[in-house]
């Protein structure tokens, strides 16, 4: 697999995102999702990001789709764990992940697929604000996903508010997103890229490291990365103190190394 390496030696990260390699795989897939949905990759002198999909079993037209169909089952975990009312989620499985979920399911937001289960979430729908995440390595690789997606077009204040974790990096983001337009992403849902897989780094039940793996619209691959802490109840995306929602963007070569929605690992 090509290298993962975030920032490195080079100097990559200190230019301007329009002169970054990881920007120049694909300009037209990454300014998108830069402007309209995915990560915001935010550097002293600019900003990068992505976006993806692969096939739905479930979507819906708006802004977002409705909740995964079915319940969590077992020893759920509620108030007695701080969660949201309404909210309660089997956190057994605190395995790392080495194949997607058995209950995967696909939901829709603008042009975005985003995987999403039913037993690891999100459970609860509200508008953008998707909640409610097994607290397990793998509801958290779902929490990445689902809020980092909301992040770019008119719903991202209301998500960042909810759903990054509190301190100096939410306040960072917060301050230099508004001064970026709102662009809602249109067209047909996948269009732009897919998501593909992932690889959980580091996992405990508070805090989560997660490698998105990502395939622009003429098939290059990125992979970007990002962290989430346990906070009230639930999990909540940790942006970096200078407010980037990533903590690195990589070209890589393919899926090796990941793990695949809907099946293993890449080989």
């Given at each position: 697999m090509a290298s993962r390496g975030s920032r490195g030696n080079s100097g990559e990260w200190d230019k301007p995102f329009w002169q970054?390699?990881?920007?120049?795989i694909s300009a037209a897939f990454l300014l998108s999702m830069f402007l309209i949905g995915g990560f915001v990759l935010l550097t002293d002198d600019g900003?990068?990001?992505d976006t993806g999909q692969p096939q739905p079993s479930t979507s819906a037209s708006g802004k977002s789709s409705g909740a995964p169909s079915g319940q969590p089952s077992g020893n759920p975990s509620g108030a007695a764990e701080g969660r949201p009312a309404g909210c309660s989620t089997n956190d057994a499985d605190q395995a790392v992940p080495t194949q997607g979920p058995a209950d995967l399911?696909?939901?829709?937001y603008q042009t975005n697929l985003l995987p999403s289960s039913p037993t690891a979430g999100p459970l609860k729908v509200d508008g953008p604000v998707w909640s409610c995440f097994a607290r397990t390595p793998l509801g958290a690789v779902m929490?990445?996903?689902a809020i980092s997606s909301k992040m770019?077009?008119?719903?991202?204040?209301v998500v960042a508010e909810k759903q990054l974790a509190r301190g100096a990096g939410r306040d960072q983001f917060i301050a230099r997103r508004g001064k970026v337009d709102d662009k809602n992403q249109t067209g047909a849902p996948g269009s732009n890229g897919s998501y593909l897989g992932f690889?959980?780094?580091t996992a405990s039940k508070d805090q989560a490291t997660t490698m998105v793996l990502l395939r622009t619209a003429d098939g290059?691959?990125?992979?970007?990365?990002?962290s989430t802490v346990?906070?009230?109840g639930d999990w909540k995306l940790r942006p970096t103190l200078t407010g980037s929602l990533s903590e690195g963007m990589s070209q890589v070569g393919g899926p090796d190394g990941f793990v695949l929605w809907g099946g293993g690992s890449g080989s």
């Open positions: 970054q390699r990881g920007w120049l900003t990068t990001n399911k696909w939901m829709t929490a990445v996903h770019s077009g008119s719903d991202w204040k690889r959980v780094l290059s691959y990125a992979a970007l990365t990002a346990w906070e009230d």
